[in-house]
């Protein structure tokens, strides 16, 4: 079964136009972790956040911003003034513990492309 | 600090042979993982370890197998490629579970 699912398989936004990623988890567990990875062209990947299922604060880094809500299960991730370099496949994961000992499920990834 | 390191980048083998993937970090993380990934599927774990001398099965791990000698190195074996096989391979370690990962930059293996 899906534990994390990104709905959106490509999105493709203008600079500086606003992009949001959807991410919906699913756990029984009551302590999980959930992470957002960016894996620009050149392939590598890049750990962004984690955030744990007790802290429900949204958080800010510069341009990106994201959104945990339990009570939907989602963890949704903002890309504001979006820019070329941003564009990437950006993947949402998962970290519970029972049954999977914190072992990461990810998403199938976002495929973000940002025109000039 | 180098990280992640894994070599080869890029291999490409017939059906039936065998290799070894290396992996190898220098920042003495307990928790190391092999992920494969294939389009529209994300990144699969194939095996994962705790520690030196022990490991464990993830998700994919048919055709595959790890060991963990050393607290640095974690080698991914492939016994008798199939071209099923054909994939991008990341290896990630961590310093506890629930930390994020670190990657390394992949190798791109195709059986044909």
């Known amino acids: 079964a899906q534990k994390v699912t990104q709905a959106q398989t490509e999105i493709s936004v203008v600079e500086k136009e606003d992009v949001t990623l959807d991410c919906v988890y699913e756990t029984r567990d009551t302590t999980y972790y959930l992470f957002w990875y960016k894996q620009p062209p050149s392939g590598e990947l890049v750990f962004l956040i984690r955030r744990n299922s007790f802290d429900e604060q949204n958080e800010i880094s510069g341009r990106y911003s994201w959104n945990f809500q339990k009570s939907t299960s989602s963890f949704n991730f903002t890309i504001t003034a979006s820019q070329v370099v941003d564009s990437a496949v950006y993947f949402c994961?998962?970290?519970?513990?029972?049954?999977?000992?914190?072992?990461?499920?990810f998403g199938a990834g976002t495929t973000v492309t940002v025109r000039a | 600090n180098a990280g992640v390191t894994q070599t080869p980048k890029f291999q490409v083998l017939k059906t039936g042979q065998s290799m070894t993937l290396q992996c190898a970090q220098d920042?003495?993380?307990?928790?190391m993982s092999w992920y494969r990934q294939d389009p529209g599927m994300g990144l699969r774990l194939i095996h994962y370890s705790v520690g030196a001398g022990i490991t464990d099965q993830g998700e994919v791990p048919n055709g595959y197998n790890v060991s963990r000698s050393t607290t640095e190195d974690f080698p991914l074996r492939l016994l008798s490629a199939a071209p099923s096989q054909t994939s991008v391979y990341f290896c990630?370690?961590?310093?506890?579970?629930?930390?994020?990962?670190?990657f390394g930059s992949g190798t791109r293996l195709t059986v044909v």
């Open positions: 994961a998962l970290s519970e513990a029972f049954p999977n000992d914190y072992k990461l499920s």
């Open positions: 920042m003495n993380h307990e928790y």
């Open positions: 990630a370690s961590s310093l506890t579970e629930t930390y994020g990962y670190t």
